[in-house]
């Protein structure tokens, strides 16, 4: 048996990392291909991990001339196939978990600077004991890394009192296609000149550049809360309840989900039943204080529709509380391989499209759901989906979405899995603008090319 030749271009970038930094064996590479649902999956050219930013422009530089695309990819926790390579094994995934550097953190400016392969947990754990905090969180905290949540504008659990991603970045360092880098790290509050660069990266899924650093605006550690799970009759009694919470300024989530939902976690995790009878929806409620916030949230809730209610202060009964919600996607992946649509409906709509789906499916598919109620976000996902039905019922729930007003990917990114679709969500002057930015500083489409904004007549 002959040994295949070596891959030039995997020489090329052992010289700038490292040989134990560019992984060329199937082996080695299969972490790095499929994404965190299984239902995306492909096959890379080569892996290559840079240990800095300058290793980064040299890994893009090369690519570039020989021709290869370039896949940016973070913890791999992605949802919509945006991190992972085609299936033809001619892109490079560029891995960007060993930019996980933490820079001093700055209490007079409430900022830090951060690799973007430094996970969120890891952050987390950094920031809490000298009394600060990231304002963005969510479940997949302990893999889903600071620049893969930038580069999607992920939203999680908090989205209510701080705002996505994008609303607690102050800057960002970025290569782009060319090797240049884009360094936007002061973090000034006021700084009106011109475009504003961070805020256009962040959102744009690796297509506009390789994210390398980001300045992190931190809020105070609240150290009084307090949880609650609720049990309701329906949808909207979970919409009374929000309006009389969204009367406090404590208020940091809001997430809702379905007695199946709970079935299947049940199911799954072995946990015990949150109280003695089964209800329609539950709402996850959770508030944060300098001081003690339990008794304003008792008020808010005094006249609302709640059937039986579970309350935690402590740390731990709090995670007991909030696993319900959290062990959702562990407990449907356990089930099968989902198909999610994570879109936004109007609030008012909530009801009616969460109601209307079985309808809508028509049989064809098993739906769980569960989601943000605060900004009307409903992570759809879809069981036990014959492979010939797949697009008809994403296309029949993404144009119900549509035809409400609301978007198509609320906080997942549009990657791979929704780009045939955007147009539903984006007018067509719309997109012809973003085409026009991706083709002004990535005119080779080496950076991301199937994501997004795939080329016209792309895979």
Known sequence: MTTPDPDPLAQQLAEVVGDAHVLV??????GYETDFTGRWAGRARLVVRPGGTGEVVEVVRRCAAAGAAVVPQGGNTGLVGGSVPGPDGTDVVLSLRRLDTIGPLDPRARQITVGAGVPLAALQRHVRPQGWDFGVDLAARDSATIGGMIATNAGGERVVR??????????????????????????????????????????????????????LRLVPLLPER???LLALD????????????RRLESLELAEFFTADGLGLVLQHTGLPAPFRGAHPVY?????????????ELAAALEDAPVREAAVALHASDRGRLAAYRERHTEAVNAAGVPLKLDVTVPLDDLPGFVGGLPALLDGRARAYVFGHLAEGNVHVNLL???????????EAVLRRVAAAGGSISAEHGVGRAKARYLHLSRSAAEIRLMRSVKAAVDPGHVLNPRALLPPPGGA
């Open 384 to 394: 036990d989906v014959a492979p010939e039905d797949e697009e008809a019922v994403t």
């Open 162 to 215: 701080y705002g996505t991603t994008r609303a607690n970045v102050a800057g960002l360092e970025a290569v782009l296609a060319d090797g240049g880098v884009v360094d936007r790290l002061a973090g000034l509050p006021k700084d009106n000149t011109g475009y504003d660069l961070t805020h256009l990266l962040a959102g744009s899924e690796g297509t506009l550049a390789v994210l390398t650093r980001a300045r």
């Open 234 to 245: 329906s949808l909207d009694a979970a919409l009374c309840v929000l309006t009389a919470l």
């Open 226 to 228: 307090v949880t609650a």
């Open 283 to 295: 709402l996850l409620a959770e508030c944060a204080g300098r001081r003690d916030p339990g008794e």
């Open 25 to 30: 064996d199937p082996g080695l590479r299969a």
